[in-house]
């Protein structure tokens, strides 16, 4: 093993890889046929497994204001989300639950616009609480468990500690932590970019 590849496992037992999330919309099977004409179609994959950018895009339309060319992940979903940082919510003219993903009980609605069609939502704009998403082998590793709220420590650009960050543990992910805009732009994140969960 190089020298590279030691520094590397060292440093994946101490810190966490950070991950910006933009705004972004997940829909279901039947609102992907009406938007866009058919399923939706993988343009490249994501950090967590079998999570991709699709090619397809649309347009959020809230009360007060508009995003146009809004990226959509799949695969489809049973419910329809819409992911958006607090300050897209008030452009949108929202106002939103900062909440885990899948969580959008009470939470406001908007139109989606694909070139084939239209979605009223009556619920599902949230902002996404930020979470660390995590291998079992590295919760355990780490000390900690599903549903447990940490404090993360960045080192970025203007490094700062988070708390309130939610750790989620599946077998099914890739452990990396994930960020709003408005979360990374305020420390400066850069790709690369390291965090420490606190004692």
Sequence with gaps: ?????????????????????????????????????????????????????????????????????????GPEREEAQVEISLTDARALGLQVPVRPSGDVANSPG?????PKGRVELN??????????????EDAAHFGVKDGQLVNLQVFTQRPLSFSQVLVRVSPKFATYVHLDYDEANACGMGAGDLGRILP
């Design 1 to 73: 093993m190089d020298i590279e590849a030691i520094t590397g496992a060292i440093m994946g037992r101490i810190f966490v890889e950070l991950e910006a999330s933009g705004r972004h919309v997940h829909v279901t099977k039947a609102q992907a046929l009406q938007l866009f004409g058919g399923p939706l179609t993988p343009k490249r994959p994501l950090s967590q497994p079998g999570q991709y950018l699709a090619n397809e895009r649309v347009t959020v339309i809230g009360p007060k204001g508009e995003f146009a060319n809004v990226a959509v992940l």
């Design 123 to 136: 619920r599902g704009v949230i902002a996404a609480q930020r979470h660390i998403h995590m291998t079992p």
């Design 110 to 114: 908007c139109t989606l616009i694909g």
